[in-house]
């Protein structure tokens, strides 16, 4: 999966270039890290491995920090921007080490927005190690937190784990926050009463993806 694959979908600009400059350093000295960590036990397929990995976060910090500044282009006129979500002048300060936990969340933080990459795939027992994370994030959260989920990497997903963010979502609310959903294929979204849960999350198609887009 290239950068050209999201760039179909929206246009890049300097904000976002800075955002995704700062967090794909970030990534490429945690992965160089864990890659000293191991010594010389690293084998040539394992380096390799750990290089496509770097790829695939840079690959969707670049999705998530496109959709989270809100591009100008129309397709995303009602989509948050830096403005809503409090990004303007970024620095260094403001942006978290990446955290990658076994589940195979990778989360990092920008000023009071949380950026929550899911895995590749998960079954419903996976799905439901995945809530009690996200709960346990909530739990530290200080008031006005946002939550931006990305489903970018996801082919499938049980119907279950909608219930769980429908949940989230309302924790979020109680505590100030919102949550918004980015980069969610059209084809994943939940076969019963699909219209509603689109209005639930302000969901917007573009392309083949869906994102949630700002309060009323």
């Keep these: 999966m290239s950068v050209s694959y999201y760039d179909n979908t929206m246009i890049s600009n300097a904000v976002s270039e800075q955002v995704e400059e700062l967090l794909s350093r970030d990534a490429e000295c945690t992965l160089t890290k864990m890659m000293y960590s191991h010594g010389d036990y690293l084998s040539a397929g394992q380096i390799e491995r750990i290089k496509d990995e770097f790829q695939k976060i840079k690959e969707r910090l670049l999705a998530v920090s496109l959709y989270m500044l809100g591009y100008k282009a129309d397709a995303a006129e009602d989509l948050p921007n830096q403005r809503i979500l409090r990004l303007d002048d970024l620095s260094d300060s403001d942006i978290s080490v990446l955290c990658f936990e076994n589940s195979g969340i ?18 419903e ?5 995945l809530y009690n994370e996200l709960l346990a ?40 926050g919102s949550l918004f959903l980015c980069w969610l294929s059209s084809a994943l979204l939940p076969q019963k009463n699909t219209k509603q849960f689109g ?11 869906c994102f949630s887009t700002i309060e009323e």
């Excluded at 990778?106 to 079954?123: C, W």
């Excluded at 027992?125 to 190690?129: D, M, N, Q």
């Design 125 to 129: 027992e996976g799905g439901y190690r």
């Design 137 to 176: 994030y909530y739990q530290d959260e200080p008031e006005g937190t946002n939550w931006i989920i990305d489903f970018s990497m996801l082919e499938s997903i049980p119907e279950n784990f909608w219930v769980d963010i429908i949940a989230l979502n309302y924790k979020l609310r109680a505590k100030g």
């Design 106 to 123: 990778i989360h990092t933080t920008l000023r009071k927005n949380r950026m929550i990459m899911l895995p590749d795939a998960f079954d």
């Design 199 to 209: 209005e639930f999350f302000r969901l917007k198609q573009i392309g083949n993806y």
